[in-house]
């Protein structure tokens, strides 16, 4: 496989680019996007079997089912993080290895169902939360411990909108690669 083809099955709707701006109207399309990702993403994979959901969406990568755990995964840390930054002044999260969470047997052996179950709670409050938001609210931040950087809230919300297209898409494109329905 070409490099380039690499690239594109990794980054099937390209790399996360911020905005120049957080306008309203961008906080809300992502919020919304956030909102809809559990049934998205349920209506994608809810029928595959077994085989289909062990299946790498790309070489080397993970399967259908641990891309769909990673999410839930991923997507709590991202409430645990708002929550901290709404309650805390800037404070210094805590991070994990995505890869090896994505190793352990909950993520490799589990079925699928739980983790959409659990991806709708999760949705509705982690949307609830961010509709709530003031603007004063959308400053605040944290700070991420392997690069050191500061986040803020409002890049929180442009990041996991598109970390769920992201995985959505490592999972549609492989449907359509492999004429699945």
């Known amino acids: 496989m070409e490099e380039l083809d690499l690239e594109k099955v990794k980054f099937p709707i390209g790399k996360f680019e911020a905005p120049k701006m957080y306008t309203a109207e961008y906080i809300s399309d992502r919020i919304a996007e956030i909102e809809s990702f559990p049934e998205r993403l349920k209506k994608e994979t809810v029928h595959l079997n077994d085989e289909q959901l062990d299946t790498p969406y790309r070489p080397g990568g993970w399967t259908v089912r641990q891309v769909i755990h990673h999410c839930a995964e991923s997507h709590m840390n991202a409430f645990i993080r708002i929550k901290w930054s709404l309650t805390e002044n800037n404070p210094v999260i805590k991070a994990y290895d995505e890869v090896l969470w994505a190793e352990l047997p909950d993520n490799l052996k589990?079925?699928?169902?739980?983790?959409?179950?659990?991806?709708?709670?999760?949705?509705?409050?982690?949307?609830?939360?961010?509709?709530?938001?003031?603007?004063?609210?959308?400053?605040?931040?944290?700070?991420?411990?392997?690069?050191?950087?500061?986040y803020q809230i409002k890049q929180i919300i442009g990041t996991y909108a598109w970390h769920g297209n992201h995985h959505l898409a490592h999972i549609t494109t492989l449907k359509k690669d492999k004429n699945w329905k």
């Open 110 to 150: 589990m079925p699928i169902q739980p983790t959409l179950s659990l991806m709708e709670g999760l949705h509705y409050r982690l949307t609830f939360i961010m509709k709530n938001l003031s603007e004063t609210d959308l400053e605040k931040s944290f700070i991420h411990p392997e690069n050191n950087c500061e």
